[in-house]
């Protein structure tokens, strides 16, 4: 996996094919899948349509909501990592679907991989936040062209254990200062094992903290994060002089949920849906996951279409359904996080829609797309990491 990867949800232990119908047959899809490739069935019935992406898409209740909307067999290839998905599509893999994060879709479009996408084939991108369409015009959108559509999202902020910490105003102080709360959280905060998403931690702190909303805007204002050498210097000994407050750095979400509930640290870097995994799948209460009032970092999956797909509508037709209420349900429930489309929530339980369901989009204002680090500094931006984790 390249380094600069980021923000791979962790979301399946291994990288393997998956056939729902070879699967209830009892038959060996890989072989056949990745021979048919992007092409349609022997004798021109239905075609096959092969995605590489989260292991959640290939859950059988998100395969079935699609394939009865959609003339074509769906064929998942799980991937744990989103560059993955560009490697293998870009040394010919073939592919008619990948659903990277939405930092990634840059690549596919630089290695001109990618279709623009159908607009009157996906018509329910009509429907998703306002702020995810302003995403999508300014990280992947070129020359009036939009080459991918965002499905699925998450965000990124802290959880605590509210039996042991005190109510507090969300903030990263609690991470970084020792007094921000009267609890000692010395050896008991963790943060996660990954560039990507601790050192914009760092960035929005010190943006906070030294007044200096430069570290801000070189979270924002690019297709890239664009931070100075001495701002990645400034963040590199923020998170060097914070260690002592660490009980350690995290890479799995399964692994976060065990030491939560082991009482192994009490504030915890999380994505929200390792929270809703607590709260719903393990019964726990108490746990809060706040978003800090410095802002945070957000993933989205977005789904592209490979300009090799020799069924290119029909490709785009299936993304269509990610994004529809049945299928987009289905796909929320099985990674427990939200659609870009807020109409998904119709289809969801009261109780469900309270995890993931619609969202303020005045609270979706508060979140930073994750991006790649410019060229130009991305020598001194690991190597500050490395620094950091030595």
Avoid at 67 to 88: G, H, L
Avoid at 125 to 149: L, P, R, W
Avoid at 175 to 199: C, N, P, Q, R
Avoid at 339 to 350: G, I, R
Wanted: proline residues 4%; contains cysteine; aromatic residues 10%.
């Amino acid at each position: 996996m390249s380094r600069r990867d980021t923000v791979d949800e962790n979301r399946s232990t291994s990288s393997r094919r998956v056939s729902r119908r070879a699967y209830l047959a009892g038959t060996g899809a890989v072989g056949l899948a990745a021979a048919a490739g992007c092409t349609g069935s022997p004798g021109g019935g239905t075609p096959t349509i092969n995605i590489i992406t989260w292991n959640d898409y290939a859950k059988d209740p998100v395969v079935e909501a699609v394939e009865s909307n959609v003339d074509a067999t769906v064929e998942v290839t799980s991937s744990t990592s989103s560059t993955e998905m560009f490697q293998r599509m870009n040394q010919g893999g073939e592919f008619d679907i990948a659903v990277p994060n939405n930092n990634l879709v840059s690549r596919f479009i630089e290695a001109d991989l990618i279709e623009p996408v159908n607009m009157d084939i996906v018509s329910n991108y009509e429907n998703i936040y306002e702020k995810f369409k302003s995403f999508a015009n300014q990280q992947f959108t070129v020359e009036g062209n939009t080459y991918g559509v965002p499905a699925r999202w998450g965000w990124y902020g802290y959880a605590y254990n509210t039996a042991e910490v005190p109510d507090h105003e969300p903030s990263y102080k609690i991470m970084f200062e020792s007094d921000y709360v009267e609890e000692d959280l010395a050896g008991a905060i963790i943060m996660y094992d990954e560039a990507a998403k601790t050192m914009p931690v760092a960035a929005l702190y010190l943006a906070e903290a030294e007044d200096d909303p430069s570290y801000k805007e070189a979270l924002t204002e690019n297709d890239a994060m664009t931070f100075s050498e001495e701002q990645i210097q400034n963040m590199r000994d923020l998170l060097i002089d914070q260690k002592p407050r660490l009980e350690g750095y995290i890479s799995s979400d399964t692994t976060y949920i065990q030491q939560f509930q082991q009482g192994n640290f009490l504030v915890g870097h999380s994505g929200r849906n390792e929270i809703v995994r607590l709260q719903e799948n393990q019964g726990v209460e108490d746990v809060e996951f706040v978003v800090p009032q410095e802002g945070a970092m957000a993933w989205y999956e977005t789904a592209v279409v490979s300009s090799d797909s020799e069924n290119v509508d029909t490709a785009w037709e299936v993304v269509n359904q990610y994004m529809a209420p049945t299928a987009g349900a289905e796909l929320a429930r099985a990674g427990k996080s939200p659609s870009c489309n807020p109409d998904v929530a119709d289809e969801l339980s009261e109780e469900e829609q309270a995890l993931y369901g619609r969202i303020d989009p005045e609270r979706i204002e508060q979140f930073i797309p994750f991006k790649d680090i410019a060229d130009d500094v991305s020598d001194a931006y690991f190597s500050a990491w490395e620094e950091v984790k030595a």
